[in-house]
């Protein structure tokens, strides 16, 4: 089966960047759309952004749109998340989930419940 696993974070001050990977294996990356979501402490699981198998469609959260920038290299199996001017709010667990590209909402940003298959996540901390 497709199996997700995200590295990358860790702790950074107000201000610092980070960019997230999303490793695939079980499958081809080129069958999939990839988003990325995140859990704050006491928050329910926030769409941050998605993008297609292709890469012609990408879509952002409002809140995220100018900070996070998403891409993929499907030749290393591989998505990114940049994150950029971080804010102590942008803390919580982050993960990656893949869905079949036939099944991918190109106009939207990304619904947790559209998706099938999930990393485990890895934690960003902001903070001074």
């Known amino acids: 089966q497709l199996q997700l696993v995200e590295s990358g974070g860790g702790l950074v001050q107000p201000g610092g960047s980070l960019r997230l990977s999303c490793v695939v294996s079980g499958a081809t990356l080129d069958d999939y759309a990839i988003g990325w979501f995140r859990r704050a402490p006491g928050k329910e699981r926030e769409g941050i952004s998605c993008i297609s198998s292709t890469g012609d469609s990408i879509n952002y959260s409002d809140s995220m749109k100018g900070r996070f920038t998403i891409s993929r290299d499907n030749a290393k199996n591989t998505v990114y998340l940049q994150m950029n001017s971080l804010k102590p709010e942008d803390t919580a667990v982050y993960y990656c989930?893949?869905?079949?590209?036939?099944?991918?909402?190109?106009?939207?940003?990304?619904?947790?419940?559209?998706?099938?298959?999930w990393g485990q996540g890895t934690q960003v901390t902001v903070s001074s």
């Open positions: 989930a893949a869905v079949p590209d036939e099944y991918y909402d190109r106009r939207n940003p990304p619904v947790w419940l559209e998706y099938d298959y």
